[in-house]
């Protein structure tokens, strides 16, 4: 049974993803194309809850694919063809570093399957454990309801943009076929077939970074490509030097080699954390991301945060008991707790919404990365916690810039000053989304705030700094968009809203997500994380939230949800609207409308109040390239020692 | 029991907290060399407050101004009721939330802009609240006050540092002169009445309530630094705090006003040296 899902939800997608492009574009099929892209979404989303409660149930992990050479054979042809593919593009782009790079990732893979210089493996190749069930769930259910979201925003991005050719029939395809690969990454164990999907997603990415053509997308996308390649380098050096010289081929069997005996392995496990972190955006590789912004939203919220990018951290999480107390350890922990710090200062910097999404994307995944340096069980679950509230909130907050920007024609953070009045729906959503990210008592929060215990506890005071002064830096960014979706305009009307209703269909089941995560988070610690914590350490890890604060923090969100609730009961006067109201102080006579004041001449003379940017401080312009630099050059550093010491 | 303590606190806070407010301006005033108004000029005032009708300018604002007094209670009653610290600094966080986000409701001017000031008046406080925090889970083993105040050393001893650092943002906290950017209680401010500026009558008068628990939750910080499990050390809590209060208010007319590049350096600088400093010590000591 486990087996048989498991097959489904790798080729099903792929199958769903034919039926998508062979059905072409138009008009006439746009309700077919509805049809199948939510009942695609529905049976993967199906089957990826009911092999949880498989596995969950079965308690131990579930090894299948032992005798897989002519899989092996198909792989590597796969992998040539991918290679095939990056030469194509950066000949026609005149772009040759990702061939080289493709090259030098793929050749050796090539080399050691076809050569069996490693010998035979006779491990089993793919794996299910409580760790690849709780990713398949965070890909299945944010992967469907982002699925379903793109068959309308995709229509509407093409009214919005003429000039673009539609090709949404290879968009949605695409999507499709990202959700395989990132099936088929979780689920195995063995580290050749996981840099097969590995380098899958990193193409998906890149393909749908370009999806307009436009010159700046296309600039973008070879970024993504060659640093998403030169992650693929590391972890294909990871493979050959474990195979070769350690003859461990899988992942299990890595966390049983012990490093006392064969010192080799730190090299495996830092040439991974580097392909990971690559994967995951951190400094010093952070511009793909950003600059990944251009594509699409769907391709934003489904690669860009929620799944592809966790790919990272999931690689991360699965090898921290190799990580805890060591120096590959340190690196992966000063690198992602210098990312959550500087990439959350440039996020104060920055007014377009989507790029603050970004900036805050990849402070979030710096927090992870320090959660999985650690390597204790307390931070992996902190850093566990962390990828399911992310997931769901930050998917929510792309799907909303999202359709506010269909609606609207623009992303930028000023230009959704009143949007509670304009597109209260909508803005209501994001408000959730938002308190999300950083608010007590959600979600987001709680896994800070488990993840700052583990790093006082294990010690890290660097790590507790760039936390404290990380965390106030996100509250500054959020709050001052949280303010400008609140700001209420006198006699501003509501706007019509065209979101389609199949957004909606996933706008609102994340929403509810965010909120049901807070009352159910200790349900969710209990069922999914701690499994994953057993199965990792082979410990019992005490709660890391106590019973009474767990009735506080319920207490606080019932207090929350209670306010609105009566402000509407006892008002009934619908908000902004009404002209009952006085006009707020305009430094001068409100005219009338609060964008205006009378001057001396008795003129009504324009004001209006920008949100604070502090570009010259913190702007991306001033402290990118330092940052960068910094981060690289500590990465480079350890990297040296961690190997040389190795060696 | 504790939740007892808890209720009281909700009570009683506002009476002290007012109290407190009435002593720093007389003071201010005899530093001044004024006459200044009499002790209980706080509670006049907020009476005459709530006498006022509310010229509201959106129907956020009030349940806005409600959730911000709601929160700093809950601030204070989980801090009485020996529940997590952390919580407790995260419902004042939330607290202030509100307050900012009903300034940002109004979409006018001084409004908007002070309210992006207190912003950066959390961001400059909220890195020391969290270590606060820290600094007494690091000297009892528990962010728990009920286990802070039951250590046979009161955390002072512990974690100087970090209570050197919680003057500095007490300044800020406290919206006191030189760190007064947002609002202030001096009438020279460009500012006007910062983010309170579109807030009126009886929604002025909660604004004010709130400030008056904040006071007085401010003071049971400081005075949690001092106490220990030996009763006589709640007495040293007290009058530790009354001069850490007498000192807010000396800083207050000693200063002029700095500008926010200023504020946040300092802040984050202290925060960074004392508290980071004595964080880096105790982990050290523990080590070896």
């Not at chain 1, 080699?257 to 010192?263: E, L, Q």
Request: hydrophobic share 55%; aromatic share 12%.
């Amino acid at each position: 049974m486990e087996f048989s899902i498991a097959i489904f939800l790798i080729f099903f997608p792929f199958v769903a993803a034919l039926v998508l492009y062979l059905l072409g574009n138009g008009e006439r099929v746009y309700k077919a194309r509805k049809v199948i892209v939510k009942g695609s979404a529905l049976l993967i989303m199906a089957a990826a809850i009911l092999m949880a409660v498989l596995i969950l149930g079965r308690g131990t992990p579930y090894p299948f694919a032992e005798h897989t050479k002519a899989v092996d054979v198909l792989m590597a042809c796969g992998e040539a063809f991918l290679m095939i593919l990056v030469f194509y593009y950066s000949i026609r782009y005149k772009k040759i570093y990702t061939a080289v790079l493709s090259a030098c990732g793929t050749l050796p893979i090539l080399w050691l399957t076809f050569s069996g210089a490693a010998g035979e493996s006779t491990a089993p190749h793919m794996q299910i454990d409580n760790l690849t069930v709780l990713m398949i769930l965070v890909v299945g259910i944010v992967g469907g309801l982002i699925a379903v979201y793109a068959v309308g925003y995709i229509k509407d991005y093409h009214n919005h943009h003429k000039n673009y050719k539609d090709r949404s029939n290879w968009f949605l395809a695409m999507l499709f076929v990202f959700l395989g690969a990132m099936f088929g990454l979780l689920l195995s164990d063995c580290m050749d077939w996981m840099y097969f999907f590995w380098e899958i997603t990193s193409v998906c990415s890149f393909l749908l970074i370009g999806y307009n053509y436009e010159k700046e997308s296309i600039k973008n996308s070879f970024t993504a490509l060659w640093m998403n390649l030169l992650g693929g380098v590391g972890f294909a050096a990871a493979i050959l030097y474990s195979e070769l010289s350690l003859h461990v081929f899988t992942l299990s069997e890595l966390l049983q080699v012990d490093r006392t005996v064969a010192p080799g392995v730190m090299i495996v496990v830092s040439l991974l954390a580097f392909a990971a972190m690559t994967k995951s955006a951190q400094m010093p590789f952070n511009l793909w991301l950003l600059g990944a912004m251009v594509a699409p939203t769907p391709t934003s919220a489904l690669l860009h945060s929620a799944t592809m990018v966790k790919a990272g951290v999931y690689l991360l999480i699965r090898i921290a008991p190799l990580l805890s107390r060591t120096t590959a350890g340190v690196m992966v922990t000063l690198i992602g707790g210098f990312t959550f710090f500087a990439a959350s200062l440039m996020a104060i910097a920055t007014s377009d919404g989507k790029r603050v999404l970004a900036h805050s994307t990849v402070s979030n995944l710096g927090l992870i990365v320090a959660c999985a340096g650690v390597g204790m069980p307390e931070s992996v679950w902190a850093g566990t916690m962390l990828i399911l509230f992310h997931a769901v909130s930050k998917s929510l907050m792309f799907l909303c810039v999202g359709a506010v920007e269909n609606v609207t024609g623009s992303r930028n953070i000023e230009d959704m000053h009143g949007l509670v009045v304009k597109l209260p729906r909508l803005a209501m959503v994001m408000i959730i989304g938002i308190c999300g990210m950083f608010l007590a008592p959600f979600g987001m929060l709680v896994a800070k705030w488990a993840a700052l215990r583990s790093y006082i506890d294990s010690a890290s005071v660097w790590l507790v700094l760039f936390l404290v002064f990380g965390a106030a830096s996100t509250t500054f960014y959020w709050a001052k968009w949280l303010g400008k979706l609140l700001a209420v305009i006198h006699g501003s009307q509501a706007t019509k809203d065209t979101t389609h209703t199949g957004e909606w269909e996933s706008i609102y089941p994340l929403a509810g997500l965010v909120v049901a995560m807070c009352f159910l988070f200790p349900l969710i610690s209990s069922g999914l994380i701690q499994p994953v914590l057993n199965q990792l350490f082979h410990e019992e890890v005490p709660p890391v939230i106590g019973q009474s604060d767990m009735i506080i923090m319920i207490l606080m969100f019932v207090l929350i949800a209670l306010l609105p609730i009566s402000a509407v009961l006892t008002s009934k006067k619908r908000v902004g609207l009404t002209d009952q109201n006085t006009r707020s102080y305009m430094s001068g006579v409100n005219s009338g409308d609060d964008r205006h004041f009378m001057n001396s001449y008795g003129d009504p003379q324009s004001v209006y109040m920008a949100n604070w940017y502090m570009t010259d401080l913190i702007g991306e312009l001033k402290i990118m390239k330092p940052c960068l630099l910094i981060s690289a050059g500590i990465l480079v550093t350890m990297m040296l020692i961690i190997i040389g010491g190795a060696i | 029991m504790l939740y007892v303590l808890g209720f009281i606190f909700v009570i009683l806070g506002p009476f002290l907290g007012g109290l407190l407010s009435g002593v720093d301006r007389v003071f201010s005033a005899r530093m001044q060399r004024r006459q200044g108004p009499p002790l209980l000029q706080p509670f006049a005032d907020y009476a005459k407050f709530m006498q006022k009708k509310a010229y509201i300018i959106n129907g956020l604002q009030t349940f806005l101004i409600t959730g911000h007094l709601i929160f700093v209670i809950l601030a204070g009653w989980i801090l009485y009721a020996g529940q997590d610290i952390l919580l407790s600094i995260f419902s004042l966080t939330l607290s202030e939330m509100f307050l900012c986000m009903a300034a940002f409701s109004a979409s006018a001017p001084y409004s908007n802009m002070s309210a992006q000031r207190e912003l950066l008046q959390m961001a400059c406080t909220e890195p020391m609240l969290l270590m606060i925090a820290i600094g007494f889970y690091l000297s009892s083993g528990s962010f728990m006050v009920t286990d802070i105040v039951a250590q046979k050393t009161p955390a002072i001893i512990h974690v100087p540092g970090f209570f050197l650092g919680f003057l500095v943002i007490l300044v800020v906290e406290l919206r006191k002169s030189p760190f007064d950017v947002s609002t202030s209680h001096h009438a020279h401010q460009e500012m006007v009445k910062g983010v309170t500026t579109d807030i009126t009558g009886s929604l002025m008068g909660i604004v004010e309530l709130s400030e008056w628990y904040e006071y007085f939750l401010m003071f049971s910080y400081v005075a949690l630094y001092f106490v220990s499990s030996n009763p006589l050390s709640l007495l040293v809590g007290i009058l530790m705090g009354c001069l850490v209060m007498f000192l807010m208010t000396l800083i207050d007319n000693t200063f002029p006003r700095v500008r926010w590049e200023r504020m946040l350096s300092v802040c984050w600088a202290t925060t960074l040296i004392f508290a980071g400093g004595n964080l880096l010590l105790l982990t050290l000591l523990k080590m070896f």
